[in-house]
């Protein structure tokens, strides 16, 4: 039973070093494995997270992925890097990486696992598949095969070979949920100042949609001339790009000071302008928010840049501890597409067997990894779908093998 995998990449090594005993070739665009895994995490590899929750991933089927990643845990991941010789650690945040805090020994151990039980072919582009006839054709070769399982990527980072090509070959074939970017950065409305560009704050950032709170993150938050940036945009961006998918209109709000309450802030600040009354307003604020955010903060809430903390009046310090709680921000649309870390949508869950990951339209047909309609929020939930869904996929192939002997 000759088994292809058309994808070298995170899913397509997990698939292969999972895959004992099978007759398998994994073929791939590039010349070397894992191209896109050498990018994850900032060349480090968020491989997991230690808080788990199905809330942090997103399909057209809200089901569809629960089977596959309760069959292969985040603890089992981080238990098989172990068994492969990865040790690993995490931040408080419950981000794991190798203890290396390099993505190139992920790569490299889980390339030498892969090869005890794969051939790899490289520099293999697949131009078209036919179904039918179990065939892939590649822009050098033909290769005739009896299982096919698709780990060709989504469409984000396409100079690491994830093009959407396989997406373009098989789509009238096997339908394709509506696709777009996530765990990306974002244009807004309102523009901040020159001076507040590139300044990044820890700050809670929350998002609303139709006016309803969904989601908040409280991390680093980057203020650009395009508009928001940063971890804490990263961790609400699915929902966002899912948002504005479906025609919503998502705002988000900045709180500066999530450790402060609404009225101990204002306290906080009456205080400060009755200690230093000849102080301008501006200097006031100057140990609470990033100086270069004083202008717009200002700004925001209305207030003159020249006024001193004495002339203070009650509506002034209700806009400023209103701007400091709740900065709006509208967003426009998705700025980066290229270097968006996810892409969601894919070939639909709806045709895919949760539990097999095999297709319910061709046999013989599987998928793993980002090529379906399944995403995961920023924080190394993706890199556990692409091994959580191979695992279910080669475990399936493989006992199929064990009875074809
Ligand atoms: C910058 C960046 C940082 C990221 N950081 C993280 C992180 O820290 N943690 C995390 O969990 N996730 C992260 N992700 C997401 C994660 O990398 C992906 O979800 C994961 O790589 C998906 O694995 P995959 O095997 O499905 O696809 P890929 O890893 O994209 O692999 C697909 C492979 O298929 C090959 N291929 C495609 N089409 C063809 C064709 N026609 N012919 C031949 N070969 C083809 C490609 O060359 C590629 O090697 C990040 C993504 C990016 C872009």
């Known amino acids: 039973m000759k088994v292809f995998v058309l994808g070298a990449g995170v899913a397509g090594l997990a698939f292969a070093s999972f895959a004992e005993g099978l007759d398998l070739t994994v073929i791939d665009s590039n010349d070397f494995a894992g191209r896109k895994l050498l990018a994850t995490g900032n060349g480090r590899c968020n491989f997991t997270n230690k808080n788990f929750s199905y809330a942090y991933y997103q399909s057209s089927d809200p089901d569809f992925f629960k089977k596959a990643l309760d069959g292969f845990t985040n603890e089992d991941l981080i238990d098989y890097f172990h068994q492969l010789g990865i040790a690993t650690t995490s931040l408080p945040s419950g981000r794991c990486y190798p203890l290396t805090m390099s993505a190139k020994s992920v790569r490299d151990v889980l390339y030498l696992k892969a090869r005890e039980n794969a051939k790899f072919i490289f520099n293999e582009k697949i131009i078209d598949i036919d179904l039918d006839k179990g065939l892939l054709i590649g822009q050098n070769n033909k290769y005739k095969y009896d299982i096919l399982v698709l780990a060709g990527g989504g469409i984000t980072l396409k100079n690491s070979g994830s093009d959407g090509s396989i997406y373009k070959i098989l789509e009238k074939f096997h339908p394709i949920s509506k696709i777009s970017y996530g765990i990306t950065n974002y244009k807004t409305q309102e523009k901040l100042s020159k001076k507040a560009k590139g300044c990044k704050v820890s700050g809670k950032l929350s998002l609303y949609i139709d006016g309803r709170l969904r989601k908040d993150s409280t991390d680093d938050i980057i203020f650009q001339a395009y508009g928001l940036t940063g971890t804490a945009v990263f961790d609400l961006s699915n929902e966002i790009s899912l948002a504005l998918m479906a025609g919503k209109k998502p705002e988000v709000r900045v709180d500066f000071l999530p450790s402060y309450g609404q009225e101990e802030l204002g306290t906080k600040i009456k205080t400060l302008a009755g200690r230093y009354p000849q102080r301008l307003i501006g200097q006031i604020l100057l140990g609470l928010v990033n100086e270069r955010l004083i202008g717009d903060i200002l700004k925001k809430a209305r207030i003159d840049e020249s006024l001193f903390a004495k002339d203070l009046s009650e509506r002034d310090m ?77 475990d399936t192939i493989r006992s199929m093998n064990v009875q074809n002997k």
Request: hydrophobic share 40%; net charge positive.
């Open 318 to 394: 209700d806009m400023l501890v209103k701007i400091l709680k709740q900065m709006t921000f509208h967003i426009r649309d998705i700025y980066d597409r290229q270097n968006a870390q996810v892409s969601l949508g894919g070939f639909s869950t709806k045709y895919i067997d949760k539990q097999t990951m095999a297709s319910k339209i061709y046999k013989n047909l599987y998928f793993c990894g980002e090529i379906m309609d399944v995403s995961g929020s920023c924080g190394g939930y993706n890199i556990q779908w692409a091994f959580s869904s191979a695992k279910a996929a080669s």
